[in-house]
């Protein structure tokens, strides 16, 4: 079993920036692809930005050239730098990963339990 924690989330004034962070642990063989969603009241759950672990980047268009996903492998984590932030950034954050608990274990996703951001107009 894998866990997620997701830190960071708080209330901002727009143009303001914030920095999310997740934190995998657990039975972790491996992780694939780590990424970062948002769920607004009343809305779906919306991708924000993914990373696979050749580092190859996928951006919502709605935070292209605002946000940027990193990771560090070594530490299993996965971070989110929110730029230039709008009101309409406003949700709660989820952080997830596809991983895998032994080399002949099945990839699962895993979700955490979210962090909530707050943009003031």
């Known amino acids: 079993q894998v866990q997620l924690v997701e830190s960071g989330g708080g209330l901002v004034q727009a143009g303001g920036s914030l920095r999310l962070s997740c934190a995998a642990s657990g039975s972790i063989f491996a992780i694939n692809t780590m990424g970062w969603y948002r769920q607004a009241p009343g809305k779906q759950r919306e991708l924000v930005a993914t990373?696979?672990?050749?580092?190859?980047?996928n951006y919502a268009a709605s935070v292209k050239g605002r946000f940027t996903i990193s990771r560090d492998n070594a530490k299993n984590m996965v971070y989110l730098q929110m730029n230039s932030l709008k009101p309409e950034d406003t949700a709660v954050y989820y952080c997830n990963a596809f991983a895998r608990s032994s080399l002949v274990d099945n990839e699962y996703i895993f979700w955490g339990q979210g962090t909530q951001v707050t943009v003031s107009s």
């Open positions: 990373m696979t672990n050749t580092r190859y980047t």
